[in-house]
C-alpha cells in the first residue's frame, strides 16, 4: 500500500525520521517514496544491518547506493575496501566528493538502531556538514543519538512515529480488500491490532478462505499462531533474563508501575528497565508524561500471557492475588477487584468493592460496578449484608427495580461480618434512598434522605469522607422526586443546595445529576433557563463520559422539549435520539415516561399520529411502574386522548377517560384533553363548560402553557359558535402567554389558520408570532434564533420569570396576579432587568433579550405585521 497521507511527509526536510517498532510497515513507506516521480533516481538505499560489528563495510555500502544514483556516478569517487581503512576518512572523503552539488539527492538510511557508536558518530557528520542539496531518511525501530535535537529545533527535522503509522480502518479496509478478505467490521480488528500493520497483514492471511472470517476477526488475539511467532522471534526472544521475566510476571496486569513490577518478580530498577522497553518501541506504551505507568501493546500482552501460562502456570492465581493488594491498598479499587476475582478470592473482592460502592457511585462509576458484579459467581452475591446490597445498586444500573429490591431483601436479612455493621448501614442507607428515587417514591424518598444525612455524622462517613457527599446526594435526591411531583418550589430550593455543595466538594457527577433536574425545573419557569442548565449538564457529561446516563437523557430530552415547543422539529430530532438511547424503563420508568412522552407529541406535531399513540402508550405503561404518579402521567394521558381524537376513535378516548380515577378528571391538562376531544365531536358548547375551571384557576395546573393551550381551544369553540369577541378575546390571551417563551406547539396541535388571519387584520400585539405560526402551518421552517453577547449580569429565576411576560400586553399589577407576587415586587424585578440588559425601556428590554436568548426570538420581524 503507498500510503499517501505518509509518503508526502517524507524527504521534504532536511532530514526525515522513520522510528517505529518491527512490522509498522517502515521499509514498504520507504519503497512506496523512493518509487515516487522525481525521486526515482535520485534516492540511495543502504540497509544498516551490519554496521554494528563493520561500520566499514557499512560505509562501503553507503558509497555503493551514492554511486548507483545518476549524481552520485559523477561526483563519489569508488573506495576498496582496505584493512587499515577508517570511517572519519570515507566520511570526509565523501563531504568532500559531494561539496560541488546542486540538485537535490536523497541518502536513505533503513535500521539505523543497529549501527555502533562509531558510524553513529560518523553519521551525524556527515548529515551536519552535507551540502544543501544531500538530505536524508532514515527508519529505525527506536531513537538513536545523532544529535538531532538541533534539526528539530531549526524546523529542518520530519519526524513519523508509531501512532502516526497505525492503519485507518479506511487503510485497513484496502489492504483487507487486496487479500481479498471482506469483513462486516474491519474498525474491530483495527482496534484489536492497534492499526499494527503487521497485525493487520498476518489477520488479513489468516482469514483469506475462512469461512467466517467476521468470528475469526472477533477472536483474533496476540496468541494466534502467526502473530505469536512473529512478536516471539522480533521481541520477547531479543530481550534478557530479568526483562523477559518481568514482561511476563507483569502481563497479568492492565497496566504497571515500576514499584508494582518490583513487587510481582522481587526486584529493583522496573521503572527503568520499562521506560528503556518503551523508548526502544518494544510494545511498551507510556501513559502519563512522566513514563511512571505503562501497558503493552494489546497484542503482546496476549502473547505474554500465552507465555506465562504456558511457563509458569501456577504462578498466575499468585500474582493476581498479589497485584490486588498492592492496588487496594493504593486507591485503585476497580483494578483490585478484577485481579482479586481472576484469583478468586472471593471474600477479598467483596470487601474492596463494598469499601469502595459509595465512592464508586458518588464518581459517576455504577456501570463500571455493573461490570465488576458479573464477575462474582451468583451465590457470592448473596453471601453477605454488603455484597448483597451492592448487587441491589448494580440492578439500579443495568437491571431491574423488581431484582433490586430482592437483593436489597437478602441483603437485610444476610449476616454481616464482624466489625462491618456501620459501612454496611451506609451501603444499604444509599441503596434504599436511590431505589426509593427510582420508584417514585416521594415519601420512602423523603424518610431515606433524613437518615442518609443522620450517617453523614456517623464515624463511618466521616473515615471514608463521605459525609458532605451524602449531604449533596440526599438534597438532589429530594429534589429530584420533588420535581416528578411537580413542587417546583421545594425541588429548585432542594437541587440548588445540592448542587452548590456538589461543586464546593468537588463531586461532579452528583453536580451534573442536579444541574438535569435543574434543568427540568427551569423549564417550568423559562426556556432559556432550561437550555443553560441543560448546556452545563451535557457539558459534564461530554467531559466525564457520563452521555449515556439517565440524568444526560433527562437533560436531552429537555433540550428537545424546548426546541419542540417553539416548532424547531428538526432540531429537536438529535437531541430526542440522545435521549432515547439512555432509556432505561425497566430502572427508570419516570425518566422513561418523559422520554416516551416528548417522542409523542413530536410525532404528533409531525403529523404522525399513530406512531405518536405508540409513544404515549408505552409512557402509559410506564406510569404503571411508579410508586407515586409524577405530572407527567396525567400530561401524558392528556396526549394521549388528544391524539385518539385527531384519529377519530373518539370512543376508544371515551372509554380511556371514563376510566380515569375521580380526581384525575379535574386536572387541568385533562380537562384541556376533554375539550379537544368535545371539539372533535363538534360539540363546542361542552368543550366551553368543560374549561372553564381551567380558565378561571380552579383547576390545578403547573405550567403557562397548559393555560395557553385551554385558551386557544376556548378561542376555537367561541368562534364555532359565532362569538368573534369572546374568540378574539380568548385567542389573545392565548398568545400573551405564549410569546415570552416562543410557544408554538399548542397552535400546530389544534390548527385555526383562518381564525389567526383574521385576528391579525383586527389588530393583535403578536403579529410577529401569527406570522411565525401560520409559516410552520404552511410547512415552511423559522430561521435559527441569532446568537448573542452574554447579560451584563447573570439573571435570577425570579427575574427571568418577570422576563417571560414583558413582550405581552400585560400591565405590570396584572404581571404581579400571574406569579402571584406583589407590584412592588415586579417593579423591583423590572428595574433589575432594565440595569442587567443595560437597557431603559421594556421595548428595549425585550429587544435585547431575544438578542440574547433570553426570550424566543421572532425570526420574521421587519416583515409586513399583517400575515399573508
Known sequence: MSRPRLVGRLGAARVSVVSAPPGSGKTVLLRSWIGQPGVAGRAAWVPAGRGERDPQRFWLSVLAALRQTAMGTALVREVTAAPDLDGWVITERLLADLAPLDDRLWLVVDDVHELGPDALAQL?????????????VLATRHDVRLGLHRLRLEGELAEIREPELRFTTAEAEELFA??????????????????????????????????????????????ERTVAEYLLAEVLDRQGGPVRRLLLRTSVLERVSGELAGLLTGESGGERVLQDLEAANAFVVALDTG????????????????????????????????????????????????????????????????????????????????????GFPAEQLVADAELAGVAAGGELVGGSLEAAERYLGLAERAPVPAGRAGQAQLLLGMVRLLLARQRGDRPAVAEQARRLQALAEAPEAA??????????????????IEFWAARLEEAGRHLEQGVALA??????????????????????????????????????????GWAGEPAAGLANVLAARVLIWQGRLEEAEPWMQRAERTLRAETDPAAGLVIRTIRGVLELVRGRDADALAAFQAADRLAG???????????????LVQTLARLGETERAELFLAALADQDHD?????????????????????????????????????????????????????????????????????????????????LLHPAPGLLQRHARHGTAHAALIADILSLLAGRKLAPPPAGPTPLEALSGSELRVLRYLPTNLSGPEIAGELYVSHNTVRTHMSHLYAKLGTHTRAEAVARARALG???????RGQATHPG
Do not use: C
Open 291 to 374: 513514563r511512571s505507568w505503562f501497558r503493552y501493546h494489546h497484542l503482546f500482552a496476549d502473547l505474554l500471557q500465552l507465555e506465562l501460562r504456558r511457563t509458569a502456570p501456577d504462578e498466575v492465581a499468585g500474582l493476581h492475588r498479589a497485584a490486588a493488594g498492592w492496588l487496594a491498598g493504593h486507591g485503585y479499587s476497580v483494578e483490585a477487584v478484577r485481579h482479586a476475582q481472576a484469583a478468586q478470592d472471593w471474600e477479598f473482592a467483596a470487601r474492596v468493592l463494598a469499601d469502595n460502592w459509595p465512592g464508586l457511585y458518588l464518581d459517576g462509576q455504577a456501570a463500571t460496578v455493573h461490570g465488576l458484579l458479573a
Open 503 to 544: 461543586r464546593r466538594i468537588g463531586r461532579p457527577y452528583l453536580e451534573f445529576t442536579g444541574l438535569a433536574y435543574q434543568a427540568a425545573v427551569g423549564f417550568f419557569r423559562s426556556f432559556a433557563l432550561a437550555a443553560e442548565r441543560s448546556r452545563q449538564a451535557a457539558e459534564l457529561a461530554e467531559r466525564h
Open 854 to 860: 433570553l426570550l424566543a426570538p421572532s425570526p420574521l
Open 124 to 136: 551525524e557528520l556527515l548529515i551536519m556538514r552535507a551540502p544543501g542539496g544531500l538530505r536524508f
Open 463 to 480: 473515615q471514608a469522607g463521605l459525609g458532605e457527599e451524602l449531604r449533596a446526594l440526599a438534597l438532589i435526591s429530594l429534589g429530584s
Open 178 to 223: 487486496a487479500a481479498g478478505v471482506d469483513l462486516p467490521d474491519p474498525a474491530l480488528l483495527v482496534e484489536r491490532t492497534e492499526g499494527w500493520a503487521a497485525g493487520l497483514r498476518l489477520a488479513a492471511l489468516s482469514l483469506a478462505g475462512h469461512p467466517d472470517p467476521g468470528r475469526l476477526a472477533a477472536e483474533f488475539s496476540g496468541a
Open 667 to 747: 386536572k387541568a391538562q385533562m380537562r384541556i384533553s376533554l375539550a379537544a376531544l368535545r371539539l372533535a365531536q363538534d360539540n363546542p358548547h361542552a368543550a366551553v363548560a368543560v374549561l372553564a375551571p381551567v380558565l378561571d384557576g380552579s383547576a390545578p395546573r403547573a405550567w403557562p402553557a397548559w393555560l395557553a393551550q385551554a385558551f386557544l381551544l376556548e378561542a376555537i369553540a367561541r368562534d364555532a359558535l359565532g362569538d368573534p369577541p369572546a374568540a378574539a378575546g380568548a385567542l389573545e390571551r392565548a398568545l400573551d402567554l405564549a410569546e415570552p417563551d416562543g410557544l408554538l406547539t399548542e397552535f
Open 625 to 639: 411502574r411508579l410508586a407515586e404518579p409524577s405530572y407527567m402521567v396525567p400530561v401524558n394521558r392528556s396526549y
